[in-house]
């Protein structure tokens, strides 16, 4: 099992996503002005939006866990 990595930073979530284009090697869980969060993932092929955090989370893990 690997973790992936979580950024607090847009822009260094963006420089990984450049440096690994079509991978699911990181997520990015970032809060929106209505309140809500935008999940995206580095693959380019998936976004979501999710009500907390931990959704947000929840939601990335999913994801990559059935992705190949
Ligand atoms: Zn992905």
Not at 9 to 22: H, I, K, W
Not at 29 to 56: H, M, N, R
Request: glycine share 4%.
């Amino acid at each position: 099992m690997t973790d992936n990595v979580m950024y607090d930073s847009p822009n260094e979530f963006m420089q990984d996503v450049a440096n690994n284009r079509g991978l699911c090697v990181a997520q990015s869980v970032l809060p929106q002005e209505d309140g809500t969060y935008l999940v995206e993932c580095a693959c380019e092929t998936w976004t979501t939006t999710a009500s907390s955090i931990e959704e947000g989370l929840r939601l990335a893990k999913a994801h990559t866990s059935s992705a190949a």
